[in-house]
């Protein structure tokens, strides 16, 4: 087990332009997080899944934002049209549903926009 | 809805020195408490966490905190730190019942000095 991952770990973009990242979580764990990270704040709930339905979103995820887990395992989280606003970086987490509150993070991907 | 503070950001420290890393917590239901520590360009990691039982708390690496309901508080404590301590630690919380995301404190940035 290598523990979470998430690609890249850095992404450049231009505002207005689309960005997706990637996040495979622990091979048995069916809960999927998504949160967003900005500078000298803590991290920021966005969205969830379990197995393959996407049970909460926060308010914080706009309509350009999208997340996705098409089969239960890998997760995309979509961005639209981005703004400088949505540099941060953004964590992704994974847990067993009956223990969703031991969380295991990857090392993130940084968004920065120009 | 739940919250924390954090109420020092940076804590400088010098090495072999005990140190407190303060953590208040607001909810109006029962809680599950953590402490998350983030090394420079790494995920986050759990560091412990109390769900019942002892108020008192231990990690592996020396650190332990103590859950204090009537002060609504969890602060982590080590008696002797060392360099390698150096880190972002994060507090906190998630609802007993619902399977709710995490709320995060702001963070405590430690810099432990030689």
């Known amino acids: 087990d290598t523990g979470v991952s998430q690609d890249p770990r850095h992404k450049i973009t231009k505002r207005g332009q689309n960005v997706t990242f990637r996040c495979d979580p622990i091979?048995?764990?069916?809960?999927l997080y998504w949160y967003r990270q900005t500078l000298g704040q803590g991290p920021e709930f966005l969205t969830y899944?379990?197995?393959?339905?996407?049970?909460?979103k926060s308010r914080l995820l706009s309509d350009r934002f999208s997340a996705e887990r098409p089969k239960g395992s890998f997760s995309t989280l979509e961005i639209q049209r981005t703004e400088q606003g949505d540099s941060a970086m953004y964590l992704c987490?994974?847990?067993?549903?009956?223990?969703?509150?031991?969380?295991?993070f990857g090392p993130g991907t940084r968004l920065t926009v120009t | 809805a739940q919250s924390v503070t954090q109420l020092d950001s940076q804590v400088p420290v010098f090495e072999e020195a005990p140190v407190e890393l303060r953590c208040n917590y607001s909810?109006?239901?029962?809680?599950?408490l953590f402490w998350y520590v983030q090394y420079p360009n790494q995920g986050l990691q759990l560091l412990l966490k109390?769900?019942?039982?002892?108020?008192l708390v231990e990690s592996i690496n020396g650190f332990e905190a103590e859950f204090n309901k009537s002060q609504t508080s969890f602060h982590l404590r080590k008696p002797s730190v060392h360099i390698s301590d150096t880190a972002e630690y994060f507090c906190?919380?998630?609802?007993?019942?619902?399977?709710?995301?995490?709320?995060f404190g702001k963070g405590t940035r430690l810099s432990v000095i030689a």
């Open positions: 987490a994974s847990s067993f549903a009956g223990n969703s509150y031991e969380q295991y």
């Open positions: 091979s048995e764990h069916n809960r």
């Open positions: 899944f379990q197995n393959e339905a996407q049970l909460e």
């Open positions: 909810s109006s239901v029962s809680v599950y």
């Open positions: 109390y769900l019942s039982g002892s108020t």
């Open positions: 906190a919380v998630t609802r007993t019942s619902g399977n709710t995301p995490l709320v």
